[in-house]
């Protein structure tokens, strides 16, 4: 017998093939799999305060329909935003290619207000709508001068009757701050701060302990007239409320 004949070209094509479809079926799910871990890591507040920034911008696209669809087919099914008062609606961030900014305009929003630091949001001046960028990394509240900022903001147009548009990515964290603290100015003197907080929380699902976080407190203890103080309610500041100031009208959640 002779040697046999050496391979053809479509013998060896056939066997790099075979060599190099494990490697990147191996490869895809090791990316996978670390795709998954990070975000894991990510939505725990495990990563360090540079990788969160970063991962926040890496995963806002990919996961972004998952968070539309959540908001809008699973219970309690908020929808995409939700009205809070006569001025402010919070929600989630809108894109352009959906047609969001102008069904917002039809709802009489003529300002938004962007918590997020992962997206700067569609071209707002397209639509004709004023915009305020106050970035914050997904999972932090936003800071107590942009809190200030966003309800000056929010005031300014309220007196020139328009609608004002709060979003983050999902309408629960950040945006839900921001709407916190303009309910907390606009109806401070009237009505207890848990009151507000179980409204907004009626409203929409929002984070549980929004209304103890840090800067809300300083917010609404630096309001003209804001008593008692969250901090004094909280056991943080020794002194008492005054006597001539009513209490508050309900008990914070146990």
């Known amino acids: 017998m002779g040697p046999p004949p050496p391979p053809t070209d479509v013998a060896v094509a056939s066997s790099s093939v075979l060599l ?22 990510f939505q725990r507040r495990l990563l360090p305060a540079r990788l969160a920034k970063l991962a926040a911008k890496c995963y806002f696209y990919p996961t972004l329909p998952l968070t539309y669809a959540r908001l809008v087919f699973l219970p ?22 959906l047609g969001h900014p102008s069904r917002l305009r039809r709802l009489g929003v003529r300002a938004v207000v962007n918590c997020c630091d992962e997206y700067e949001g569609p071209n707002w001046a397209r639509s004709l709508v ?56 606009a109806n401070h003197k009237r009505v207890a701060p848990f009151d507000l907080f179980e409204a907004l929380a009626n409203k929409r699902k929002v ?42 009208d309900s008990p914070p959640p146990r």
């Open 20 to 41: 190099v479809v494990p490697f990147f079926h191996h490869l895809s799910l090791a990316v996978w799999m670390v795709f998954v871990l990070g975000f894991a890591l």
């Open 130 to 185: 004023d915009h305020l960028h106050v970035p914050t990394v997904d999972h932090v509240e936003p800071s107590r001068a942009d809190l200030e900022t966003a309800v000056r903001f929010i005031d300014a147009h309220r007196k020139r009757g328009h609608k004002v548009y709060v979003h983050c990515k999902a309408g629960h964290g950040r945006s839900a701050a921001v709407a916190y603290a303009w309910l907390l100015h």
């Open 207 to 248: 984070k549980r302990d929004l209304w103890q976080q840090p800067n809300i407190l300083a917010f609404y203890d630096a309001l003209p007239l804001a008593t008692p103080p969250l901090l004094s309610f909280l056991g943080k500041a020794p002194a008492p409320a005054p006597a001539t100031v009513p209490l508050w």
């Open 76 to 97: 309690p099914r908020a929808g995409l935003w939700t009205p809070v008062d006569d001025t402010v609606i919070v929600g989630a961030a809108p894109l352009g290619c």
